[in-house]
């Protein structure tokens, strides 16, 4: 026998759901100004397509396997022999530079036994300003409590140090670049950023890249990983002559978060006299999802007949553009991407539902 439960207290309780959520978001825009006085310039600001209110908690397995992971992805990328293994070097990565790259990003998939999966690498994350409101929010702390700000500041500080030989100047000077910025989803965490920068003594301005010209430290969040078009020539002279430290840049973005490198850690022929620590080896096949060459797998008529079980990407993509999933491509979208040079295959990981 089914019970319905009456529909008063089905209202009361939907009422009550959106009050929460409601309070939630308020707390997050009184948050985020304190944070960032810039924003109560903006339109209002839709929170709700920026972050959620519900909380997921993952088994802690999932954090360990993932921390493991990122940390020897990080100690296998600088070893010599692993540069070596990685030629020919884009020539915008020709001179490595002395800093490395701030707000890296490990895109995971997980699974309900408490796996995590790395679907890609990525150099010039967003989001972290925003996670970190919300994160505010539920521990009731203020800016000035919250450790992990702290941390970022001292990242950027340490990349600007490197990058000057162990100095500092006096009050840095930091360009916030993209490209069309006063379009992206994620303007709002541009303004923040600015205002966050400024209230920890630097000079921030948000610049479109093409337009970039001088800064002691450029924040990247451009998808043009190499700088490779032609508005972007500018940036490109001024990496390659070293006028600013660039961070993320395209140097880390050519040793870990280039999707080729998702096709060699998958090659147990790439691992051989690498000089990876058997640990390390580990912990990275253990989060791998196997990704491919197209000619890797087969034929054309092959590849077909295992699409369900695979997923295509370019390997230049992010943001999950022109990405497809083997089960829904049609026969048309399977020929092109079959004659497209830039396409990899991966296994299909879905992610936990």
């Not at 010039?124 to 800016?143: D, E, H, R």
């Not at 992990?148 to 162990?166: A, I, T, V, Y």
């Not at 973005?253 to 999707?259: I, N, P, S």
């Not at 390997?315 to 497209?340: A, D, N, T």
Request: charge should be negative; glycine fraction near 4%.
């Amino acid at each position: 026998m089914t019970c319905a439960a009456p529909a008063g207290k089905k209202a009361t309780s939907s009422y009550s759901q959106n009050n929460l959520y409601h309070q939630f978001y308020k707390q997050i825009q009184d948050t985020a100004r304190k944070l960032s006085p810039g924003l109560s310039e903006l339109a209002e600001v839709s929170w709700d397509h920026l972050l959620s209110p519900l909380e997921l908690k993952l088994p802690k397995e999932v954090h360990n396997n993932a921390l493991a992971a990122i940390e020897a992805f990080y100690r296998v990328s600088r070893l010599p022999s692993y540069v070596k293994k990685l030629q020919p070097v884009p020539a915008v990565c020709a001179r490595p530079p002395a800093n490395r790259s701030v707000l890296m990003a490990y895109d995971f998939h997980t699974n309900e036994a408490g796996q995590c999966f790395l679907v890609e690498i990525n150099t010039n994350a967003s989001g972290f300003l925003l996670a970190s409101i919300m994160q505010m929010v539920k521990l009731g702390q203020t800016p000035e409590q919250f450790q992990p700000l702290n941390l970022l500041m001292e990242s950027f500080k340490s990349e600007l140090s490197l990058f000057n030989g162990g100095t500092l100047p006096a009050q840095p000077h930091v360009a916030i670049i993209d490209e069309n910025i006063l379009e992206q989803k994620m303007y709002p965490e541009f303004v923040i950023y600015k205002d966050w920068f400024e209230r920890n003594g630097w000079r921030a301005d948000l610049v479109e890249a093409k337009d970039f010209v001088k800064a002691d430290l450029v924040y990247n969040r451009t998808t043009d990983f190499y700088f490779d078009e032609e508005p972007l020539a500018n940036l490109r002279r001024a990496y390659e002559n070293r006028e600013a430290c660039f961070s993320p840049n395209p140097y880390e973005y050519w040793l870990l978060a280039d999707k080729e490198r998702l096709i060699q850690l998958s090659d147990a022929s790439f691992w051989s006299g690498l000089g990876a620590t058997a640990e390390d080896q580990a912990a990275i096949q253990n989060v791998l999802i196997p990704t491919f060459e197209k000619n890797a797998i087969g034929t054309a008529d092959e590849i077909w007949d295992q699409r369900k079980t695979l997923f295509f990407k370019p390997k230049q993509s992010h943001g999950g553009k022109s990405v497809y999933r083997g089960e829904s491509v049609s026969r048309k979208v399977f020929e092109r991407l079959m004659q497209e040079p830039d396409i990899l295959i991966q296994k299909y990981q879905p992610a936990q539902r």
